[in-house]
């Protein structure tokens, strides 16, 4: 899944865009994937994550998501992590990290306990994080695209590599839901579902 993570990155080049690209599976089967548009749409939001994210929700829906994970060549950016707990994402698996701009490694959204438990109505469990695979393929892609941009990257220190140690692939365990958490649901759904009885019901009299 990776490999082709960055086969897309790769044909985001070639489109005339930065090469970003997020792959996201199901029971070892694609349902979504996005590059980003950023630069064709005008649109400082068309991130690859979120393209894919709103595919994957149109064919499988946010109960599927539960159990998907989502792939990227880059460390998902804060904006893109909240919208990938929003989603219920259970796995993420990334190749570069990105210290300045990332939802983990500066921003901790992805691995924020916080969320899930004030509003878990709105926010999925701390998914598991998956960093440095195929951390030297990402590296090329970017290489390839613009050697002096590449130089630059590192440099600055905005792509590394996770924990800053190449080769090695780092696992974040997923948090279970609280007892709160399904309590909460529970509460919501219920409430839900008395919202639709009692819409059926009014419909029912209004005929």
């Known amino acids: 899944m990776m490999a082709r993570c960055i086969e897309l990155s790769r044909a985001a080049v070639s489109k005339g865009e930065y090469p970003f690209a997020t792959v996201i599976a199901l029971d070892g089967q694609v349902v979504a ?32 998501l539960r159990r998907g994970t989502l792939y990227s ?13 929003e989603a219920w994402i259970s796995r993420v698996v990334y190749a570069l990290a990105s210290p300045v701009m990332g939802g983990l490694s500066k921003w901790n959204i ?16 701390v998914p598991e994080v998956v960093s440095g695979v195929l951390l030297k393929e990402a590296q090329q892609a970017w290489r390839d695209w613009s050697p002096f941009a590449w130089e630059m990257i590192k440099l600055r220190g905005l792509l590394t590599a996770p924990c800053g140690q190449e080769g090695r692939i780092q696992v974040q365990p997923a948090h279970s839901q609280s007892l709160w958490h399904y309590l909460q649901i529970l509460f919501m759904r219920s409430g839900q579902s008395r919202t639709r ?8 009299d209004d005929s």
């Not at 005008?42 to 393209?51: K, M, Q, T």
């Not at 060549?73 to 707990?85: D, H, L, T, V």
């Not at 691995?111 to 926010?123: K, Q, T």
């Not at 009885?197 to 029912?204: E, K, L």
């Open 33 to 64: 994937e996005g590059i980003n548009s950023t630069i064709r749409a005008g649109d400082v939001s068309r991130h690859a994550e979120i393209s894919a994210l709103s595919q994957a929700q149109k064919t499988i829906g946010r109960e599927g």
């Open 73 to 85: 060549n880059i460390e998902p950016c804060a904006m893109c992590a909240y919208c990938i707990r």
């Open 110 to 125: 992805l691995r924020d306990d916080g969320l899930a438990d004030r509003i878990p109505e709105i926010f999925g469990p």
């Open 197 to 204: 009885i009692a819409g059926g019901a009014a419909r029912r």
